[in-house]
């Protein structure tokens, strides 16, 4: 059984930053299309960053220059790094893993702003920005 475990959400400062991980297990680590998602208080999901089996990225437009995603296969573990943190950047943060049925890991890069081509789901870590 898939499961992904995320961690280090918190509250901070506006231009302050944090480091979330999202620990992956039940799957074939290496070959998988992986990425982070958030959703705020009575909006959307949106999505923030994927990263592919062959480690190319894709960001949304919003975070683009301050947040990094990476991978430590070894480890089994998705990383995002948030830098210059805004109030706005507030949410839950999910990690998200594999694709669903009628996509393909070929695309991962594509599928940033796709919550629908995302298979399995963590429970969420909440990011808190103040101003």
């Known amino acids: 059984q898939v499961q992904l475990v995320e961690s280090g959400g918190g509250s901070v400062q506006s231009g302050g930053s944090l480091r979330l991980s999202c620990a992956a297990s039940?799957?074939?680590?290496?070959?998988?299309?992986m990425a982070w998602f958030r959703q705020a208080p009575g909006k959307e999901r949106e999505g923030v960053a994927v990263?592919?089996?062959?480690?190319?990225?894709s960001y949304a437009e919003s975070v683009k220059g301050r947040f990094t995603i990476s991978q430590d296969r070894a480890k089994r573990t998705l990383y995002l790094q948030l830098n210059i943190l805004k109030p706005e950047d507030t949410a839950m943060y999910y990690c998200a893993a594999g694709v669903a049925d009628g996509y393909s890991h070929l695309y991962c890069a594509s599928y940033v702003e796709s919550a629908a081509a995302f298979r399995y789901w963590g429970q969420g870590t909440q990011v808190t920005v103040s101003s």
């Open positions: 990263i592919g089996s062959n480690s190319r990225t």
């Open positions: 039940g799957y074939t680590y290496s070959t998988y299309c």
